[in-house]
């Protein structure tokens, strides 16, 4: 019952509807759904049903057009997805960007890496702000051996960290730009300087001024989120200052709606699943605000009151199916957080609940391509929505289910068609799928497939698909999937539970009565929250405790005088503290709450034992012997205000009652009838039987199939499959065993997508394995590794996740050792290979292959595979990758073959002495860091067995011969969209073949012809390109075909299986003696870095695809003998027919993330002095080419600076159908005393104290006639924002395609 006899709302306002949980005097319980926009009816949804739901209740008239009393309202609970909205589609408010000088483009620049690997346009969204203004003012960290000899004054930071103010805000000058700003009528300003996160003050110089010269709102990023690491940071402050002010509006605009609103108390869901007070809800903690309520509302429900009484509980997997996404997340007791994660885009740096988003949904499209079922991730959206809306849409997964009797259109409202008053269309649907039907059957070449058929194959194959994120995040990160609930709401959810449950082998399904509105039930049962963080920067040892203790008391003062000040008393309050810690010199860090207390701790608790536990679990391992760095210091006020009990149901005394109908045919003559509808299964139609859960008790049970029904969502129960009614009105559904149809080895479209789906899942989680088990930087942190699964003669199946160089390159590695070794490959046996003779692509890559056996069968049936760039394996130079080698032993360990576990044993002291092996030859080195080399090679041993273990699990599954036979219909499939595209591109051929030429920067040709017949053969020649070369720029055959293989795949322009068989339709030709065709000894690291970048510009000019890209990835080393660092820099992307070159980003065969600045200063001995685009670089054209970048890095002590580089000499990126060439890159060495020194595209050269070193990248050819009038109907470049995914998932993929 509502305390003080008042009403409680909760409501969660999304996209599309608007759900209304309310707790009326007297403990009745009122659910409402409302249209989120209908301006026509009410201008605000919450308002409307706060409206509707007093005056239904209190019997007195309410008009609509009045303001509401809040007289009988305690408080009011919202969710809502406002900020998120205007994210997406760019709708927040006019903002400018206030940053350190010469870093103007630091956030559009980003990570300098592209989102999507295959996309030729390189399409990100905007940025969120108009116009920069540049801050004149500097700090730098002091260093103990900078030896700069500064003399500025010295400021201590909030960490402690001491730091030089190298200059002072210039108020004046900032005046000036800011005025300029505000003439433009931009008022929202936000603020990123460098280093604001330990030093504020420079920021609240600007803030002041800003609101002074009369900014409506400014974001200070050292107030919204300090945190170390400047882009991300920045990318936060921006979404703040865009997204509060729509937010205040928005709540102004719901209070103006109320009387007495002083007396009105709202509170608005975060995104890290705690409430706040609306004054205090802002953009940058507003993204996942509607989300988050379905996880508290199923964490709670699900988890705290499982199940069943003296039952241990089980962790609970949230799945939360709606119209154009499903929300995936896992809770065991306390909420999973992350505090950085990609939303439409924009990285958002702040605590949030890690929620990983899919797409696909009940609105996702359904497609028949190149052979493959494929679902989403396109979506109809809410208008056209579904073809059975009635709105011209296309077939989605709804119309799926309506298809197979799983929607009932007579349960359905009038709500469809052009006037929203029409029943969902069937016929409209079933056109669709006859149409759909008929296109498949032609392409298999019969009529093997019925309507249902057809529907059921989409079906199944958007449950593999939502299947994928739940193994990510239970058995990618070490957790028994099986020995989980699912928790399913959301409109959609209920309908596919049953069948996810069953693939995912989870045995019981918990479904809430208020599954279909949860995330509004989910506000009723939140906490109240105030969080307070500050950085850090100390150790966590036992000189330090006293220091963190009394920074976690201030932080819970803090957080008590908040909570008090909102009516909270003081036992209502609890506090819970956190330290962010990691490694040190690692990029890993984790939130941590503490253990109990022990002599040897903190007095708030052991977090040392905290976070080992936690890093064993997430990585494997842990480092005994390693510093701990605390990063931030944190504490999590709650208010525990509420204590709500959901009513009992009355208990069964018999059994279920079918629902009754009226028969549809003739009603006037009839009886009432029990409804009974058909659905269709695996194998035909069942008869299924209706329930209405309103009708529902305690203690009912039904069994599958059966369809219950309320009015905001529909429960599938499949055969095999038993639901019951708990106490409280919830749904449990006991899930049979999946019955696995019969398949056999003849192709099946529906199980070729499946199985596609399945091959590339067993690549993806041996990533996960590598991931979590390695230890090094590379491998751990920057992902710098791909996973493959080949077949018996070394074919590849699947290649997931991709990095470019990788592509198809290993292939030649599994080939070469199956001929190589013979019949010597044996159960037990791991191979370890790295040389280019032998499938390598340059030596730091080592290639780690298992064979995969299975029982009577003597030889391997698969082979699986791992390649992971090792940091160090000796040679002339650290990190193994010199600028001027000249052999092949001077750029580290050389390994053809190597059985690096032998009948099960690691072969530790023979892979040591191969790390050691280049150390015997004149003037190299073994490899420097052996420790680190043994730790990942034994992850990369890991990652094999985990893909064996999968790969004879789906044998087990399915039979040996039809996962054989279904691994060879994926490479036809590959093989047949490739075809297809060179077929097209022979139809258009004006000449008997194609052909480019392109230089090195030595004068070295390649030059290629490429001859395509009508039935979609090619063959690539490159007779004619230059001869071998005495320096490093060979490339081996591998890289070769890995860039073919990424031309080809951009080609082909949709998502296509990587295999072997996009390679099959194309013959090779390499001439002897040529770069591309090194000898044994020869050097090729820098064949790998920069010569393939060259010849993807040769295929695509052969091509005429698009212009020359920057063509180079101006790999940057410096170090000494107790340091290293390693970096490449963004240059211009190629325009081409219909778009702009995009500027400062990494194309073609690297993705590599750049060091963020405030990163860089902390750890290497330099100061970063500017890094922007270099504008006007770009080849001008119809379209024009993107521009490089300008990076200048000023040295703190001397240090050897090497550089490997190309696109330096006469050679110009080229343009296309008259469009300008892109301007070359300039390497320059500024010395201290101002000298200039051109470096040349190679150079390894001593710097010393106050030199600079400044890059000019490369920029991308133009495109058409500078000439030429841009058409009409040109999209503007480089502004899409798609919904692509969320939470630590889709992070992580990025960071996977951008090692």
């Known amino acids: 019952m509502a305390a003080s006899g ?130 004149k003012e500097r700090v730098v960290l002091c260093q103990g051996d900078c030896q700069l000899g500064l003399s500025h004054p010295v400021v201590v930071g909030s960490t402690g960290e001491e730091l030089y103010e190298v200059e002072p805000v210039d108020v004046a000058s900032l005046r000036q730009d800011l005025a300029a700003v505000l003439a433009l009528g931009i008022r929202s300003l936000a603020v990123v300087l460098l280093h604001s996160y330990t030093f504020p003050a420079h920021e609240q110089v600007v803030g002041e001024v800003a609101r002074e010269m009369g900014f409506t709102h400014v974001s200070l990023s050292s107030q919204v989120m300090p945190m170390v690491r400047a882009v991300p940071r920045g990318f936060t402050v921006c ?101 950085e994660s990609t939303v439409a885009g924009v990285v958002i740096q702040s605590p949030q609940l890690d929620i990983s988003t899919v797409a696909a949904g009940g609105g996702s499209m359904l497609c028949f391509r190149a052979g493959l079922f494929v679902v989403g991730p396109e979506s109809a959206g809410a208008n ?94 070490g957790h028994d999937t099986s020995s989980h609930v699912l928790a399913c709401f959301g409109g959609a959810g209920g309908q596919h539970a049953c069948a996810v449950a069953k693939a995912l082998g989870i045995s019981t399904v918990y479904i809430h009565r208020y599954s279909g509105i949860l995330s509004a039930y989910g506000l009723a049962l939140a906490d109240v929250v105030h ?33 008090e000040k909102q009516g909270f008393k003081r036992d209502e309050i609890t506090t819970q503290p956190y330290l962010h810690l990691r490694y040190d010199k690692t990029d890993c860090p984790i939130m941590c709450a503490p253990l109990k207390a022990t002599e040897n701790s903190c007095r708030h608790g052991d977090f040392k034992a905290s976070f080992t536990q936690h890093y064993h679990c997430e990585f494997g391992f842990t480092i005994p012997n390693r510093a701990i760095v605390v990063d931030d210091v944190r504490v999590r006020g709650l208010g525990r205000g509420l204590s709500f009990q959901p009513h009992p149901l009355q208990e069964a005394n018999a059994p279920p009652v079918v629902d009754t109908v009226q028969p549809i045919i003739n009603p006037l003559l009839a009886d009432w ?42 429960i599938l129960v499949e055969p095999g499959c038993v639901a019951s009614i708990s106490k409280h009105g919830d749904v449990l559904i006991e899930v049979g065993s999946e019955s696995i149809p019969c398949v056999g080895t003849g192709l099946d479209a529906i199980h070729l997508s499946i199985f596609s789906h399945r091959f590339m899942s067993i690549a993806e989680q041996m990533g996960r394995v590598l991931q979590r088990t390695s230890i090094s930087t590379n491998i751990k942190e920057r992902l710098d590794f791909s996973c493959a699964l080949f077949g018996p003669t070394g074919g590849l199946v699947a290649n997931a996740p991709h990095i470019p160089v990788h592509l198809g390159a290993m292939q030649e590695a599994v080939k070469f050792q199956i001929q190589y070794l013979g019949g010597d490959v044996r159960e037990g046996d791991v191979i370890l290979s790295n040389h280019p003779s032998a499938g390598g692509s340059h030596l730091p890559d080592l290639t780690v292959i298992t064979p995969v056996f299975y029982p009577e069968q003597e030889k391997p049936v698969f082979f699986v595979a791992n390649r992971g760039h090792h940091a160090e394996i000796g040679g002339i130079s650290p990190g193994s990758m010199p600028p001027f080698s000249k052999y092949l032993w001077q750029e580290g360990m050389c390994v053809k073959s190597f059985k690096l576990v032998q009948n099960g044993v690691f072969q530790e002291e023979g892979l040591v002495r191969l790390l050691e092996s280049p150390g015997t030859q004149p003037g190299s080195s073994g490899s420097r860091n052996i420790r680190d080399n043994i730790s990942d090679l034994r992850a990369q041993v890991a990652a094999n067995q985990k893909g064996i273990h999968l790969v004879r699990e789906l044998i087990d599954v399915y ?42 920067d030595d004068g070295t040709a390649i030059q290629l012809s490429i001859s395509i017949t009508s039935q979609g053969e090619a063959t690539f020649d490159f007779s004619g390109t230059g001869r071998l070369v005495a320096g490093n720029l060979n490339a081996p055959r591998a890289v070769t075909l890995s860039a073919i293989l990424y031309c080809l795949r951009c080609m082909v322009a949709h998502d296509v ?70 970096e490449t820099v963004a240059g211009g992307a190629g325009a081409g027919p219909g778009w702009h070159g995009r500027s400062g980003v990494h194309t073609h065969m690297t993705n590599t993330r750049i060091t963020d600045p405030e990163i860089l200063e902390r750890r290497y001995p330099v100061v970063l002095k500017q890094f922007h685009l270099n504008r006007g670089t770009g080849g001008l054209g119809l379209y024009c080419g993107g521009d490089g970048v300008l990076r200048e890095m000023l040295f703190r002590r001397p240090l050897t600076l090497s550089v490997l580089t190309e696109r330096r000499g006469p050679y110009k990126p080229y343009g296309l159908e008259g469009g300008g060439d892109g301007s070359t890159g300039r390497n320059t060495l500024v010395r201290a005393s101002g000298q200039e020194q051109d470096l040349s595209g190679k150079a390894c050269v001593g710097v010393e104290p106050g030199d600079t070193f400044r890059l000019e990248s490369p920029a991308g050819g133009g495109y058409g006639d500078p000439s030429a009038v841009l058409p009409a109907v040109s999209k503007p470049p480089n502004t899409a924002a798609p919904l692509k995914g969320g939470g630590s998932l889709y992070t992580y993929k990025l960071n996977q395609e951008s090692a």
């Open 239 to 339: 979404a703040d200052a865009y997204l509060t002010p729509c937010i205040k509006k928005y709540v102004a605009g719901f209070t103006s709606g109320f009387k007495d609103k002083e007396h009105l108390k709202v509170l608005f869901m975060q995104s890290d699943g705690g409430l706040t007070p609306m004054n205090r809800f802002v953009g940058s903690r507003a993204i996942l605000s509607g989300p988050a309520g379905g996880v508290v509302g199923y964490a709670v429900t699900a988890y705290h009151h499982q199940l069943c009484g003296g039952c241990q509980r089980l962790p609970v997997i949230g799945f939360d199916m709606g119209g154009t996404s499903t929300d995936v997340s896992r809770y065991t007791g306390e909420y999973e957080h992350i505090f």
């Open 384 to 477: 056209p929505g579904p073809a059975c809306y009635s709105k011209g849409g296309p077939l989605t997964v709804t119309d799926a289910n309506l298809c197979l009797g799983r929607l009932l259109p007579s349960y359905f409202p009038k709500i469809f068609g052009p006037n929203e008053d029409q029943p969902l269309n069937e016929p409209a649907m079933l056109l669709g799928f006859q149409r759909l039907t008929d296109k498949v059957n032609e392409a298999l070449g019969g009529e093997g497939l019925s309507v249902q058929e057809v529907a059921l194959g989409y079906v199944r194959v958007a449950v593999e698909s939502m299947c994928k994120p739940i193994r990510a995040i239970t058995q990618g990160k």
């Open 531 to 563: 969080e307070a963080q500050e950085p850090c920067a100390v150790h966590y040892e036992d000189s330090t405790f006293q220091y963190l203790d009394e920074r976690l008391d201030v932080l819970s003062r803090e957080c008590v005088d908040e909570l």
């Open 6 to 135: 008042k009403f409680r709302f909760c409501i969660d306002r999304g996209g599309t509807f608007t759900d209304v949980y309310a707790q009326c005097p007297g403990g009745k319980v009122r659910v409402l759904k409302l249209l989120s926009e209908d301006p026509s009816s009410y201008p605000d949804a919450p308002r409307e049903a706060i409206r509707r739901i007093l005056e239904q209740e209190l019997g007195a008239p309410m008009p609509a057009n009045e303001p509401l009393s809040c007289s009988a309202i305690q408080w009011i609970r919202m969710g809502t997805t406002v900020a998120t909205n205007a994210l997406l589609e760019r709708k927040g408010e006019r903002t400018a960007l206030a940053i350190t000088r010469g870093f103007r483009d630091l956030l559009y620049i980003g990570n300098q890496s592209r989102p999507d690997l295959f996309d030729l346009t390189v399409s990100m969204p905007e940025t969120l702000y108009e116009r920069v203004v540049e801050v």
């Open 673 to 714: 009838c029990q409804q009974v509808t058909q659905c269709y299964f695996e194998g035909g139609y069942v008869e299924t039987s209706v329930y209405l859960q309103e009708q529902l008790c305690y203690g009912h049970r039904m069994e599958g199939p059966c369809i219950l029904i309320d009015t905001n969502s529909t």
């Open 959 to 1000: 039979s040996l011969p039809v996962v054989q036979a279904y691994m060879a219909y994926i490479q036809e499939n590959a093989e047949g969209a490739v075809r297809d595209m060179l077929k097209e591109v022979s139809q258009s051929m004006q000449g008997p073949s194609l052909s480019a030429l392109e230089h090195l």
């Open 1057 to 1126: 299986p990587l295999n072997q068989g996009c390679l099959k339709p194309v013959k090779v030709v390499i001439p002897e003696g040529s770069v591309l065709d090194p000898r044994e000894d020869s050097a090729v690291v820098g064949g790998n870095v920069l010569t393939c970048q060259r010849l993807v510009d040769v295929v695509f000019k052969a091509f005429a695809v698009c212009a020359a890209s920057q063509g180079c990835m101006n790999n940057t080393v410096f170090g000494d003998e107790s340091m290293g660092y390693y």
